[in-house]
């Protein structure tokens, strides 16, 4: 029988002086061009918490608004605002800077986040009254620490600086003197990487009303890497997570694939479901530090706000069918594999046309796919276009070439199985995923029958190798195979069935 989607949770961590400090095109510049324009004007892009809040996008990822009320909005978003906006949503929330930088002091299991003690007590009642925020995180939350030791922490080049406002409240330590594996600059990656996916599993428990030690196994798909100098990478953020999460039944392990990451994670865990080796697994996704403003040269030379101020992240939990919840069929698999290449048209067919193809059905079987999410109002401006756009667009010319679709029928197509991008460019967080939250109402509530999430990667990034990667599944309506209890009535008369049918089979052996 197939795995459900149990539950989801979807945040996003406003955080621009993470991003000011240290977003990877804003600390690049200050190594290349320290006298440049950008660095000079940068700080009067940076939105207030309450447009970011008001953003349709960010009410989108959380919940508040769906992925068609924001294809009546005029594009750009950025100058159009959601009315009466709130921070939590129905799948997520907004959490501000100042409780994201406890909760993540909070997830420090060595004492390498430092916070100034007037900043602990100023803002660490806000942090309690977050209604996911557990009496256990929150006596994580130390009293802090004076500021002049965390400015000498900064002077001597051993901490990352934690600024709030344009002051300096904190500081990340390196874990180890010579390890650049272990440095300042990775511990601080790393440990927002796993506070942003706790929030996410914490929304994701109260969505789905699963109890924390129902959770067997969280698979981590984010794009981080932990570990030493003898195991770069070999660390296990997904346990980490679940543990500050209060998942206390819970092991894990790490999945990386770049931006197809999630998808990988999601079959793996509906497979481990389904095989029965889990009853519950939760996938997660944290977020990627270097990646805020990753844009910004391009809003700021067009004047507009740097839209990449959020660490996004993310948590979907497969269960056991239950009859009712919207399924991932593991029959239906796309998947890129080593000789299918890296042409556009190769890549698509693999990942759309032909797990549609063996499975007898065609791109008119799927109510909506998700692609790559990436919300427009950040790429189109940087010259990369409409993401989610391109990729309908190579799905319906590759449905015509299969003769799936009329020439005329193509502007149809993308109007009727499209989606408009409003996920975050988190690396794999726009990957698919952001919709399966969405998928899962509207199926459960008869509007669709099937969505396809399709997951795509760049290997090349890696160096390792030039090749693409992807995988896609389907998540359906239920079918109810092999669901419900039986009832000792039930069982009562199958042995009964059975042993007449047996001693039947008896007696006419004997004749």
Not at 278 to 286: K, M
Not at 399 to 410: I, R, T
Request: aromatic share 6%; hydrophobic share 40%; charged share 25%.
């Amino acid at each position: 029988m197939n795995s459900i989607i149990k539950g989801v949770g979807y945040c996003l961590n406003y955080t621009p002086g993470l991003m000011l400090q240290h977003g990877s095109t804003i600390a690049t510049e200050r190594v290349v061009n320290p006298d440049g324009e950008f660095l000079k004007e940068m700080g009067k892009h940076v939105r207030s918490f309450e447009d970011c809040v008001a953003y349709w996008p960010n009410q989108v990822y959380i919940g508040n608004k769906t992925p068609e009320e924001l294809k009546g909005v005029e594009f750009p978003y950025y100058d159009k605002k959601v009315e009466g906006a709130s921070r939590y949503g129905k799948f997520g929330e907004i959490m501000p800077e100042a409780e994201f930088l406890l909760l993540a002091q909070a997830c420090d299991c060595f004492e390498v986040v430092y916070m100034e003690k007037g900043f602990v007590a100023q803002h660490k009642p806000e942090l309690a009254k977050d209604p996911v925020i557990t009496e256990e995180i929150l006596n994580r939350v130390t009293e802090g620490a004076e500021l002049s030791e965390i400015q000498g922490f900064v002077d001597r080049h051993e901490a990352e600086p934690l600024f709030y406002e344009g002051a300096l409240i904190g500081c990340v330590k390196r874990a180890h003197d010579i390890d650049v594996n272990l440095s300042a600059e990775v511990m601080l990656e790393n440990i927002m990487n796993k506070a942003s996916s706790v929030l996410a599993i914490l929304h994701s428990l109260k969505h789905s009303g699963v109890n924390a030690n129902e959770i067997e196994y969280v698979i981590d798909c984010s794009e981080e890497a932990c570990g030493d100098v003898n195991q770069r990478g070999g660390g296990n953020f997904a346990k980490a997570a679940a543990e500050i999460a209060g998942l206390q039944n819970a092991t894990g392990s790490d999945a990386r694939g770049f931006c197809a990451g999630p998808s990988h994670a999601m079959i793996e865990a509906a497979a481990l479901v389904k095989a029965g080796a889990y009853h519950t697994v939760a996938v997660i996704g944290g977020g990627c530090v270097p990646k805020l403003a990753m844009n910004g040269k391009d809003h700021v030379k067009k004047e507009l706000p740097m839209l990449e101020d959020c660490l996004a992240s993310f948590c979907i939990i497969v269960s056991e069918n239950d009859g009712k919840s919207a399924e991932i069929n593991l029959d239906i698999i796309g998947r890129h594999t080593v000789g299918t290449g890296a042409a556009p048209q190769n890549v698509i067919g693999s990942l759309v046309a032909d797990p549609l193809e063996r499975a007898g059905l065609t791109v008119k079987d799927i109510d909506k796919f998700s692609p790559e999410m990436q919300n427009a109002d950040i790429t189109k401006p940087a010259g990369a276009g409409d993401v989610p756009m391109a990729n309908y667009k190579m799905i319906a010319a590759l449905a015509v070439k299969k003769g799936w679709l009329e020439k005329a029928d193509l502007a149809n197509f993308t109007e009727e199985k499209g989606l408009v991008g409003y996920a975050p460019t988190q690396g794999h967080i726009p990957s698919g995923v952001p919709f399966v939250g969405f998928a899962k109402e509207d199926i459960e509530a008869g509007k669709m029958n099937k969505a396809m999430i399709i997951g795509k990667g760049s290997l090349f990034l890696g160096r390792m190798t030039n090749l693409f990667d992807g995988v896609s599944f389907i998540i359906q309506k239920n079918t109810g195979k092999g669901t419900g209890a039986v009832s000792e009535e039930e069982v009562r008369s199958m042995i009964a069935k059975s042993m007449k049918d047996f001693a039947a089979s008896i007696l006419g052996n004997q004749e």
